[in-house]
């Protein structure tokens, strides 16, 4: 597991050989260092899993992000969706971080992520077919 940043803001990230999946949970406010490391870390860990590769994120208590944050995400969306990723959910019951996720996974067009606000929906997304946008309100 790789952990990173502070009980304040940071990130874990747990690879699932059998589910051939990464977990993440993602908490907190990120500092402009973390935000990077985020990015960085998911990078490497993307590296050296199998394809096709599943990510089931908590973002439970995501705040969200500042400029920094949303790029790290960025970065994620657009290079997971081109390096085989099947399918990816984030867990986000937060209106406002759901909807910063929302807006940058629509510009990057990851159309294999989608936001979710219970695990019972994260559980059916998990398993359904192709991802679709969830409108929450």
């Not at 949970?25 to 050296?48: E, H, I, L, S």
Request: hydrophobic content about 45%.
């Amino acid at each position: 597991m790789t952990r990173g940043g502070n009980d304040d803001g940071g990130y874990s990230i747990a690879y699932d050989h059998f589910a051939s999946a990464l977990r993440l949970q993602v908490w907190g406010f990120w500092p402009d260092d973390v935000a990077g490391q985020f990015a960085d870390a998911m990078m490497g860990a993307c590296q050296k899993v199998l394809r096709p590769v599943v990510v089931r994120a908590d973002a439970t208590h995501l705040k969200p992000q500042r400029l920094a944050g949303q790029e790290a995400w960025r970065r994620i969306f657009i290079a997971l969706q081109a390096g085989g990723l099947s399918r990816a959910i984030i867990l986000c019951p937060n209106a406002l971080t759901r909807l910063q996720l929302q807006r940058l996974i629509k510009e990057t067009d990851a159309s294999a992520w989608s936001c979710v606000t219970s695990d019972a929906e994260a559980a059916v997304a998990l398993h359904a077919g192709p991802p679709r946008e969830v409108n929450h309100g």
